[in-house]
């Protein structure tokens, strides 16, 4: 089974060094389309692969490139995007510890086929060796000539820097991620203009997760077809798959897309802890339907996850197990969203703490039966459409989900807890 | 001029040399000024430990904006820190992974021991606890961090060990 993207990082997870990389294949992925693409044909080729943002969105890398002017002037931007804060993803952080060559090398190569001359990682702070090994690797590959003017001699520039943020979950949005590198507070920009338009700076811009561009070496070193055999279905590669909770060993693995729920529980990560059943999951993060016991067989690619109701997301899975409480996992949800809400608009600043505060009106016995009018209200009123961004409408994601599948919980929370607080 | 302006009015800047290199490096790398101040306050904020009123002032002068807009800008961000903190900073993962894994154990034992809520700062200025979105190793819940130290699969026996780490 191969696993391009991970085959090479070593059992300690230390970072290979540019020599290393290079002896296994690293950088011929650029020299082939130095010497011998056309920006044009290095897009034709990742469209063709039929290669899918990573970072949760899940739109084709490709067509995104070709939505950038090509006749633009410089610069023009090409942006990393390895702010990984959504609660229960932990897949980008082991790219960039441990293969920091690969993610510059599939930046080098996708800033080429746009044509950018800039281009940055924006990397989430509480990721301190990440930092230290992209700064070294980066300053490896300026050594070696991969990096700055006229690479490899064929003419094309690039300078890259590396950005660390100062938190906020809001930078994880690719517009606000703009404005946080502006210098600005981290909150969304109307679309259109799309970044691809005017974007950093007002300039052609292009943001893609870590994962997806260090899909892009490969594609260009083994080609389209071979991309897309990689995985059991439609969607194309391989994907980082992630399990927390309590199952016996929680981790993460790179397999073909389009493994099931069951494989990654059960196998993957060795079933549930002895005495717990599970419940439900959150197949790709915190702003993630819920999927239940029904959806085990559900295949873990785009199209068959948002068939069962859900998102594939990051494909990093949360466990939820039968003796933990639904009403205090959801209100754990909604009080993060309400944390990083930028309270830029009105449904989302007042909306989740009002859900945060009903919550945890339930969880200690203040409940009433009307409460759940409220939150099946605050689905819709915070749901798509009716927010600035995707912030809010994700919240509402668990929230919905958990309302459908596990609304007795809440109930019985209501009834019970009232009943407890009247003994006493 | 309008730095000029500030600059009166706050006498003379207390940015130290060092400081002001590492804010012309950032600099150099945008198209203007005011797009630095990220890095402006994260650079000073490393040799301070926080961003005070004075702070504020100095930076925002040297950057050309107003210090009430680099004030929006910096109370927007969790880790610009606008009041002191103590010599280590613990960041207490209170997400998703880390609450089904009992983070809340962990959390109650450090309040117990180093007798602060989140917020506070212990009285010898050793320690300010803050709670933290997700850190990222969710399979190795609960976690935390101490400054630029991460600790992983934590339990409540080895908090002693770890905090003794830091002086």
Redesign the interface.
């Known amino acids: 089974m191969d696993r391009p993207l991970t085959e090479h990082i070593r059992e300690d997870k230390r970072p290979l060094a540019l020599k290393d990389y290079e002896k296994v294949g690293g950088y011929e992925a650029l020299r082939k389309v130095l010497k011998g693409m056309t920006p044009q044909a290095v897009q034709a080729l990742v469209k063709e692969s039929n290669l899918r943002g990573r970072g949760g969105a899940g739109f084709s890398t490709g067509l995104k490139w070709s939505f950038v002017p090509m006749d633009a002037p410089k610069p023009k931007y090409l942006i990393v995007n390895a702010d990984?804060?959504?609660?229960?993803?932990?897949k980008?952080?082991l790219l960039l510890e441990s293969t920091p060559h690969q993610l510059i090398e599939g930046m080098i190569v996708s800033a080429f086929a746009i044509q950018a001359d800039q281009s940055f990682v924006f990397l989430?702070?509480?990721?301190?060796?990440a930092a230290k090994n992209i700064e070294h690797a980066i300053h490896e590959a300026y050594e070696a000539g991969y990096l700055g003017k006229n690479i490899l001699g064929s003419g094309f520039d690039l300078?890259m820097?590396l950005?660390?943020?100062?938190?906020?979950?809001m930078c994880g949005e690719e517009t606000a991620l703009l404005n946080?590198?502006?210098?600005?507070?981290?909150t969304p920009r109307a679309k259109p203009p799309f970044p691809q338009v005017s974007g950093l700076?007002g300039r052609p811009t292009i943001v893609n997760n870590v994962e997806t561009l260090c899909c892009i070496p490969h594609i260009v070193n083994k080609g389209a077809t071979w991309f897309q055999k990689l995985s059991l279905t439609s969607d194309a590669g391989t994907k980082l798959y992630?399990?927390?909770?309590?199952v016996k060993k929680?981790?993460?693995w790179e397999l073909p897309m389009g493994v099931t729920v069951r494989e990654l529980i059960e196998e993957h990560a060795g079933g549930m802890q002895d005495g717990l059943k599970f419940r439900g999951a959150?197949p790709g993060g915190?702003s993630t339907d819920f999927l239940t016991a029904d959806h085990l067989d559900v295949k873990m690619d785009y199209p068959s996850v948002a068939a069962a109701g859900s998102r594939l997301g990051t494909g990093?899975m949360?466990?939820?197990?039968d003796k933990?409480s639904v009403v205090?996992?959801v209100k754990?949800?909604i009080?993060?969203f309400a944390?990083?809400s930028?309270g830029f608009c009105t449904p989302c600043r007042e909306g989740l703490p009002w859900i945060e505060k009903v919550l945890n009106a339930i969880e200690e016995g203040e409940g009433h039966k009307e409460d759940m009018k409220m939150l099946d209200l605050h689905t819709k009123l915070l749901g798509p459409g009716n927010t600035f961004c995707a912030l809010a409408p994700g919240a509402m994601e668990p929230l919905q989900s958990a309302l459908n599948y596990f609304r007795a919980d809440f109930e019985q929370y209501i009834k019970e807890q009232k009943a407890a607080m009247a003994m006493v | 001029m309008e730095s000029e302006i500030w600059n009166m009015k706050t006498n003379e800047s207390m940015l130290t040399a060092e400081e002001k290199h590492k804010i012309d490096e950032a600099i150099s790398?945008?198209?203007y000024k005011?797009?630095?101040?990220?890095?402006a306050?994260?650079a000073v904020q490393s040799h301070r430990r926080w961003i005070s009123d004075d702070s504020l002032k100095d930076i925002a002068a040297y950057m050309e904006m107003s210090s009430e807009e680099l004030d929006?800008?910096a109370t927007?961000?969790?880790?610009?820190y606008r009041k002191p903190v103590g010599r280590h900073i613990i960041?207490l993962c209170?997400?998703?992974?880390c609450?089904?894994?009992g983070y809340e154990n962990i959390r109650t034992a450090v309040m117990q021991r180093l007798k602060i809520k989140y917020g506070q700062t212990t009285l010898d200025d050793r320690f300010t606890l803050l709670p933290?979105?997700?850190?990222?190793?969710?399979?190795?819940?609960p976690a935390l961090?101490i400054d630029?130290d991460?600790y992983r699969d934590v339990r409540v026996d080895q908090l002693e060990e770890i905090l003794d780490r830091y002086a």
């Open positions: 990984e804060m959504e609660p229960g993803t932990f980008d952080r989430r702070w509480a990721y301190k060796e300078d820097h950005h660390t943020g100062v938190g906020r979950y946080s590198l502006e210098g600005k507070r981290a700076f992630g399990v927390s909770g309590k929680p981790g993460l959150l915190a990093t949360i466990v939820l197990d933990t205090g996992f754990n949800l009080h993060f944390q990083e930028c | 790398i945008v198209p005011k797009a630095a101040c990220i890095e306050l994260k929006s800008v927007f961000y969790n880790m610009i960041l209170d997400s998703i992974s609450w089904v894994m933290n979105p997700c850190l990222g190793t969710c399979d190795h819940a961090m630029n991460l």
